[in-house]
């Protein structure tokens, strides 16, 4: 099987059976959804989910947050992996949002990763979610779910495969097959036992070629 038709097999069936995909994340404008990107690194959204709302309520904006001590936002999201780093560069990115910003997050990739705690992957997720730009945002589910159904072929960074990706998947539906990659690697073709059993795309998938 081609490339190509690993690809077309792969849209079509996600086109058909999840035209609507949507980040898991719970939020109301882009500075929300930035400081939960920020927290789900390394971290389930169901977790960061649960700890956003007592956040949010405290620091509705960038210039609440920035007022605050790093010790304030930490007691509020010591239940996420990592929060000593996290509360750091939450308290330094809204600073730097006010500084520079004027307290609103910018839309471009580049002013993006200026801002602490930011790097391309937590970009590309506010290109696509909050701005509706063409992104692919590489976690370790669409790293790991590009490779095993044979989007990529020898990807060894996640540039590598969001070049890849964007590179042949229409621009129009690029942001929405970020999430078809995520879901489907969340739920059905996880890292360690993938449920092929029960997978629309194994006709097109090459790791199931193989078996």
Known sequence: ??????????????????PVAESELK??????????V??????????????????????????????AEVGEIYELIKSISYPNNKAKHLSAMAKKLVSDFDGKVPDDMELLQTLPGVGRKT?????????HRPAMPV????????????????????????????KNIP??????????????????CTARRPKCESCGIRDYCRYFEKK
């Open 123 to 131: 970009a590309n997720v506010i290109e696509a979610v909050a701005f």
């Open 171 to 188: 621009s129009e539906i690029l942001s929405t097959a970020h999430h078809w990659l995520i879901l489907h690697g969340r739920y059905t």
């Open 38 to 67: 920020i927290l789900s690194a390394q971290c389930t959204d169901k977790r960061v989910n649960m700890t956003t709302p007592a956040l949010f309520e405290r620091f509705p904006t960038a210039e609440a947050m920035a007022k």
């Open 1 to 18: 099987m081609t490339t190509k038709e690993r690809y077309e097999g792969f849209i079509n069936w996600f086109s058909e059976n999840m």
């Open 139 to 166: 976690d370790t589910h669409v790293f790991r779910v590009a490779d095993r159904i044979g989007l990529v072929t020898n990807a060894t960074t996640p540039l590598e495969t969001e070049k890849q990706l964007v």
């Open 27 to 36: 939020y109301q404008n882009p500075f929300e959804l930035l400081v939960a």
